[in-house]
């Protein structure tokens, strides 16, 4: 009877050390399973590119503000016709002081559109590219009138509102 005992003893305890490992395996899983979820689903508060330098944060865009200028009408003669051309430009920054200085040199952006638009082909206006080519040479225009004047490019981009070809 007592060997009976003992051998019911060791089977108990074999039966247990089986649990406790099968607890501890289980147990070494999911803390691996999560440390793999933490480290590859956490974002870090500070990004490093390639060679170790800190990336640069996006920064949003304030709001497009806009400045609406007169039409300018162009005369061209086509043909031994007379052609007439009248684009309506409107200036866009995101900088309200930007805006102002823009406000206050309107003249001078004025006459130096008219200028460019008037050293156009009117060949070249009739054209989506040419078209396009003309709104980015305004922009270098209207660039270079402001940083002779306030020292900076105070717009970003030149739109033609309205461009009626006569």
Do not use: C, W
């Not at 899983?29 to 390639?50: I, S």
């Not at 003249?107 to 054209?127: C, G, R, V, Y």
Request: aromatic share 6%; charged share 25%; net charge negative.
């Amino acid at each position: 009877m007592a060997e009976e005992q003992i051998q019911d003893g060791s089977q108990a305890s074999a039966g247990k050390s089986k649990l406790i490992i099968i607890i501890l395996v289980v147990v070494l899983l999911l803390g691996g399973a999560g440390a793999a979820a933490f480290f590859l689903l956490a974002t870090p508060e500070e990004e490093t590119a390639e060679g170790g330098e800190v990336a640069e944060e996006v920064v949003a865009k304030a709001p497009a503000k806009y400045v609406k200028m007169k039409p300018i009408t162009v005369n061209f003669t086509e043909n031994k016709k007379q052609r007439f051309v009248q684009i309506s430009p409107s200036l866009m920054s995101r900088d309200p002081a930007m805006i102002l200085a823009v406000e206050e040199n309107m003249p001078l952006i004025q006459n130096s559109l008219l200028m460019l638009f008037q050293s156009q082909e009117f060949a070249d206006l009739k054209t989506q590219e040419g078209r396009k080519k003309l709104r980015e040479q305004a922009l270098t225009e209207v660039q270079k009138v402001m940083h002779d004047e306030i020292g900076q490019d105070a717009v970003e981009r030149v739109l033609f509102t309205g461009f009626i070809i006569q």
